[in-house]
């Protein structure tokens, strides 16, 4: 298959990259830097820097859209919640158009979404039937799943990646906690109640193959693991794994006042199990937090 990749480049998508090369596919990476695309994603992997460079007559045989600002790097002023808005919804409502002009159109998008979709949930365990929640993270997922839709009205198998914490040794969450754990400043966030729906990068890359070639599957699908940790029980697995102490607690006001809004991103969880992926028979190689770390970490 020739693929269409929309933020192929980054943490995710470097690695979905690798796998589909090994595959034996076709890459094009939409990306604002196409000269680093051959280095991140791989020799021989074309690069678009722009949806005008898809001719009405190239043809792709699915699409994998990806791309999107960070959502947790900087605080959610106006201005960065609109360019995480039109990084996604304005983006995708573009890939929607030039896949309608498309002469000979892809067989199925692959869209991004987040497990924010839920909102706020506290223990309530959700599939994919579970509504959305309403607060900024969940209506962004909102909209970008609608923009994605807009693919199933010309024919286009659309499956929507509600994405978990991507647990990967390239960087990400783990990037992010890894130094601190290892120096014994491993932290609880608030009161460590709050739910971390995480999946194995290997898993993440294993369940969008499936998704990629399976006729039957569309809509929504939890893209995480079967048995999520509240925030407390992944701090001390992590630690655990680190053979290191893990005695901190970082207090909810603080980090409220150090992140504004985008605190909810720590503070805030939701309890996320992949129904429809596990039901399609898709076999998690990590299901257990402790195997995951510990495959991650050994690398
Ligand atoms: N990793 C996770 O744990 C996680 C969890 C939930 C949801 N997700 C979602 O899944 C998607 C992929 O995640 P990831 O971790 O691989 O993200 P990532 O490493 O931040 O990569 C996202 C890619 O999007 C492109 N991008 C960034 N800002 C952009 C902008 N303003 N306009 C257009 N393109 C932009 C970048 O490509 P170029 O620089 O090449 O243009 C970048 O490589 C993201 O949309 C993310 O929100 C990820």
């Given at each position: 298959m020739h693929i269409l990749i929309t933020g192929g480049t980054g943490l995710i998508g470097r690695q979905l990259c690798k796998a589909l090369l090994?595959?034996?596919?076709?890459?094009?990476?939409?990306?604002?830097?196409?000269?680093?695309?051959?280095?991140?994603?791989?020799?021989?992997?074309?690069?678009?820097?722009?949806?005008?460079?898809?001719?009405?007559?190239?043809t792709f045989d699915a699409v994998i859209n990806l791309a999107g600002e960070p959502i947790a790097d900087a605080r959610w002023t106006d201005q960065r919640k609109r360019?995480?808005?039109?990084?996604?919804?304005k983006l995708?409502?573009?890939?929607?158009?030039?896949?309608?002009?498309?002469?000979?159109?892809?067989?199925?998008?692959?869209?991004g979404s987040a497990v924010g979709y839920y909102g706020h949930r506290s223990d309530v365990a959700l599939d994919e039937a579970s509504k959305a929640g309403n607060n900024f993270a969940a209506r962004l997922c909102e909209a970008w799943e609608d923009a994605a839709q807009g693919a199933e009205q010309v024919g286009?198998?659309?499956?929507?990646?509600?994405?978990?914490?991507?647990?990967?040794?390239n960087g990400g969450l783990l990037g992010h906690m890894l130094l601190p754990f290892k120096l014994g400043l491993g932290?609880?966030?608030?009161?460590?109640?709050?739910?971390?729906?995480?999946?194995?990068?290997?898993d993440y890359?294993?369940?969008?193959?499936?998704?990629?070639?399976?006729?039957?599957?569309s809509g929504p699908y939890?893209?995480?693991?079967?048995?999520p940790a509240t925030n407390a029980e992944f701090t001390a697995t992590l630690a655990k794994v680190?053979?290191?102490?893990?005695?901190?607690?970082?207090?909810?006001?603080?980090?409220?006042?150090?992140?504004?809004?985008?605190?909810?991103?720590?503070?805030?969880?939701?309890?996320?199990?992949?129904g429809k992926i596990s039901a399609a028979g898709y076999r998690f190689q990590f299901a257990n937090l402790f195997d995951a770390l510990s495959h991650l970490l050994r690398k």
């Open positions: 090994a595959a034996g596919h076709e890459l094009t990476v939409l990306s604002r830097k196409p000269a680093s695309v051959p280095d991140k994603c791989g020799t021989g992997v074309h690069a678009i820097a722009s949806f005008g460079e898809w001719h009405p007559s190239q360019l995480l808005w039109v990084s996604r919804v995708t409502q573009d890939l929607v158009r030039h896949i309608a002009s498309a002469e000979h159109k892809p067989k199925v998008l692959l869209s286009v198998r659309v499956c929507l990646l509600r994405t978990g914490l991507v647990l990967s040794n932290t609880r966030l608030g009161g460590g109640k709050q739910w971390m729906s995480w999946v194995h990068i290997d890359v294993g369940s969008v193959l499936r998704l990629l070639h399976d006729t039957q599957a939890n893209m995480t693991a079967p048995q680190l053979h290191r102490p893990a005695l901190f607690v970082a207090p909810a006001p603080l980090l409220k006042l150090a992140m504004g809004e985008r605190a909810c991103l720590l503070l805030e969880g939701q309890q996320v199990l992949p």
